[in-house]
């Protein structure tokens, strides 16, 4: 019988944030044949040491002209649906946004405040984060391309949330589980993520045998030979 080490998210997300990191679960989920969970490389936490395990709560931006009348009446609302999109972010979730160009910040320190008090576990977002001082100063985990003050208010708005989107070839549904660390951001489909993680726990556990292994003077061909790791 196959060991399940968690009962409920909880533990599941506890045991990640001890145990694992994008590397062991990215490998695992290679070995599935699911070759294309990660986002693009530019996507990286505001601070190495930042680290996301959560449930996404996808978010989709356009590029929107801000002087310009729409016969879409959430395209006349001052950030479209975001306002929304952010109070309904619930414990553990990942706010988790695309659909615009990379031209202006989809994150800031107020959304990461209200983020930060309903108990979500961080923010990725394909495009820019500002207002870098004071994200930091909350510790809020944050991925973006980077740092740049050019606000979405006069150029894109929310248009839609909890909806299935796209980063770079990477289909994303609310609820997948989101894991982010300094070297990159994958998402573990929802269906899948049992089979994921009870084999990504035991290759963690076994890559820290093969280690001392390796330390105690075992060669890598030797140690891959008997364990199946490296």
């Known amino acids: ?49 930042m680290f996301i395990i959560g449930r996404a ?36 979730e990942v706010y988790i946004c695309t659909g615009s160009s990379p031209s202006y910040a989809l994150w800031g320190e107020l959304m990461a405040t209200r983020a930060q008090i309903l108990g979500a576990a961080g923010a990725v977002v394909d495009g820019y984060s500002r207002d870098t001082k004071g994200i930091l100063d909350l510790g809020f985990p944050s991925f973006s391309y980077g740092r740049y003050s050019q606000d979405q208010a006069p150029r894109g708005k929310v248009i839609d949330f909890r909806v299935p989107i796209e980063i770079k070839g990477v289909k994303i549904n609310s609820g997948d589980i989101i894991l982010g660390d300094m070297d990159g ?24 045998v093969v280690q001392q292994k390796i330390q105690e003077g075992m060669s890598t061909r030797e140690a891959f030979d008997k364990y199946g790791i490296m």
């Open 1 to 49: 019988m196959e060991t399940i080490f968690w009962k409920n998210d909880e533990e599941l997300f506890d045991i990640v944030r001890k145990e694992l990191y994008t590397a062991v679960v990215g490998d695992i989920m290679d070995k599935m044949k699911l070759l294309n969970q990660f986002l693009p490389p530019q996507i990286q936490p505001l601070r190495d040491d």
């Open 57 to 92: 709560m996808t978010v989709l931006e356009a590029d929107v002209v801000s002087d310009f009348s729409n016969n879409n009446p959430v395209l006349n609302r001052p950030f479209g649906l975001m306002l929304e999109a952010l109070d309904d972010l619930k414990k553990n």
């Open 185 to 208: 951001v994958c998402v573990i489909p929802k269906e899948i993520e049992v089979e994921v993680f009870r084999l990504a726990i035991e290759k963690a556990r076994g890559e820290k």
